[in-house]
């Protein structure tokens, strides 16, 4: 048995928390009980009328680093994916406007599986 105020799983997946055994529900407004979620742009209670969905293709068959798109300021829940039909040799790489690389470029590869903590975002690759 758990401490009364445990997570009842990893912190960023859930709010809810151990009561005498037993998870309870936290919603988004952080009230015991309550069933309020995140809507598709991350508001509380919110109507998925905040933010904007962008989707975008490109087809890449260059060599070398290559600029895909500037994330802004305050983006958020961003889905990147690659799909190849071959087993090709590309890889994400990501940086700040000032060059410094976060992930992969110029002379560090990660193949996958890494969790980056950058300011109060998390960037999974995998």
């Given at each position: 048995?758990?401490e009364?105020?445990t ?8 709010r809810?928390i151990?009561i005498?055994?037993v998870?309870m529900p936290?919603?988004?407004?952080y009230?015991?009980?309550?069933n309020a ?11 998925n009328r905040t933010?904007k969905?962008?989707?975008d293709?490109?087809?890449i068959s ?5 600029h ?19 087993i090709?040799r590309y890889?994400l790489?990501v940086?700040y ?20 903590r ?9």
């Amino acid at each position: 048995r758990v401490e009364d105020g445990t997570l009842c799983g990893r912190e960023d997946e859930t709010r809810d928390i151990c009561i005498n055994g037993v998870c309870m529900p936290i919603g988004c407004d952080y009230k015991y009980g309550s069933n309020a979620t995140e809507d598709v742009c991350g508001v509380c209670n919110g109507q998925n009328r905040t933010c904007k969905l962008i989707h975008d293709e490109k087809t890449i068959s260059d060599i070398g680093i290559i600029h895909l798109v500037d994330i802004p300021v305050n983006t958020t829940r961003i889905s990147v994916t690659q799909i190849s039909s071959n087993i090709d040799r590309y890889y994400l790489a990501v940086r700040y406007t000032n060059g410094t690389y976060i992930l992969n470029g110029l002379y560090s590869l990660q193949l996958y599986n890494i969790q980056i903590r950058i300011s109060s975002a998390k960037l999974v690759y995998s």
